[in-house]
């Protein structure tokens, strides 16, 4: 009997425990469903912004349910009288007249997405070619056989088509060219783009894109020498402005070349200008008449050198000819002979008068210097005087 007693005590207290639990299980599940619309976050304020917890003019506030608002500020929540606490009422101004409700907004502006510079347009370069018959005003023969090479050779006179081009290529906007001429040429034409200013020297050309190009035609000027260099701007639309250059060289005029000062002539040169004409040609100072800058020289005379007479012989010296003789003497056989007996040696005739040769003129003599025996006497004694001093000292 006792352990039945203890049996049924025990199951008893195991259903009690479990009653329990399943009332706090059905308590937990209703509280959740009640709560399943407020968004809360453990210990911190609900998470729905204050403006929406707070009741406007003629919105229900107060009251015992779940999310119950209160009014806002400078509104009263006013419920029936003689109603409990836990009854919904509607929030008024105090003095029942009309409130406004202001929110500060702030409007966000969203970063743009970054895009690309527009393409700057440059001076891609500048070319010069060779003026050929068929060219006309703004028509021009491009071809690569008429290209110049950067300081190629040209002549005074002679006529050049200049090209400037932009880029880089497919790009759309206004473009400016402006190119100041060199006073050692002249503009002669261009295509329609280009227009030209002679009081400034300086053509303007005016492009819609960067495929296409400006181009015109000039003449070198007579005189002209040395290197020619040509610069050409290129701006486009909101760009920095490129300058881009070529350059040609005209030889230094050598002879019978075109001038117009003998400063533009080879050293050695003058420009040999006719009266009346503006240009001339480098010629040869000694004579400009040449054109090859070579005068014509005279042939010199030739003096024959004279032939050197010796000192004629006297009597019976050797000759040749009477010519070798002296004055009153002859040549006979080979030997100067008086002509009276050109037998005699001596030249003197017997019988007639003597015959004096002229004396053969020598050469006056030097006084001759050195040393002579008094000169050798007074030295040897000298030393012999000296030799005695001494042994007597002694």
């Not at 029942?96 to 202001?102: A, F, I, P, T």
């Not at 040429?185 to 492009?207: E, G, P, Q």
């Not at 006056?364 to 030393?383: C, E, H, K, N, R």
Request: hydrophobic content about 30%; some cysteine; aromatic content about 4%.
């Amino acid at each position: 009997m006792k352990n039945l007693l203890k049996g049924k005590v025990g199951t008893t207290i195991i259903l009690l425990f479990t009653v329990v639990l399943a009332g706090v299980a059905i308590f937990t599940a209703i509280r959740l469903y009640q709560l399943r619309s407020q968004p809360v976050a453990p210990n911190v304020p609900s998470s729905i912004p204050h403006a929406d917890t707070l009741a406007q003019q003629g919105e229900a506030c107060g009251g015992s349910l779940a999310g119950a608002k209160t009014c806002a500020a400078g509104l009263t929540c006013v419920k029936p009288q003689g109603a409990p606490s836990d009854v919904e009422g509607t929030c008024q101004t105090s003095s029942g007249g009309s409130c406004s409700l202001s929110f500060a907004l702030t409007t966000v502006t969203p970063t743009p997405t970054p895009t690309a510079p527009p393409t700057a347009v440059v001076c891609t370069n500048k070319t010069a070619y060779k003026d050929v018959t068929t060219n006309t005003a703004g028509n021009y023969n491009l071809s690569a056989t008429n290209l110049l090479a950067a300081n190629a050779i040209i002549s005074v006179d002679q006529q050049i088509v200049y090209v400037i081009n932009p880029g880089p290529n497919n790009v759309t906007k206004s473009i400016t060219i402006t190119d100041t001429l060199p006073t050692n040429v002249t503009f002669v034409d261009s295509v329609s783009t280009c227009t030209y200013v002679a009081t400034t020297r300086k053509v303007t050309c005016t492009l819609a894109n960067t495929d296409t190009q400006a181009a015109f035609r000039v003449s070198v000027n007579a005189g002209a020498t040395g290197t020619i260099t040509n610069t050409a701007s290129v701006q486009g639309q909101g760009d920095t402005a490129s300058t881009c250059s070529v350059s040609l060289t005209v030889p230094v005029p050598q002879c019978n070349d075109t001038c117009t000062s003998t400063a533009q002539c080879s050293s050695g040169l003058v420009c040999n200008i006719p009266d009346g004409a503006t240009v001339g040609n480098c010629r040869n100072s000694s004579c400009t008449s040449s054109s090859s800058c070579v005068c014509a020289t005279a042939t010199p005379t030739v003096t024959p050198t004279p032939t050197p007479t010796s000192t004629p012989n006297s009597c019976n010296g050797t000759c040749g000819s009477n010519a070798n003789c002296q004055d009153g003497m002859i040549c006979s056989q080979g030997f100067c002979r008086n002509p009276s007996c050109t037998s005699s040696t001596s030249c003197n005739c017997p019988g007639g008068p003597t015959h004096t040769p002229t004396p053969t003129p020598t050469a006056p003599a030097l006084p001759q210097s050195g040393t002579d025996w008094p000169t050798v006497a007074g030295f040897g004694m000298g030393i012999l005087v000296i030799f005695g001093s001494l042994l007597l000292a002694l």
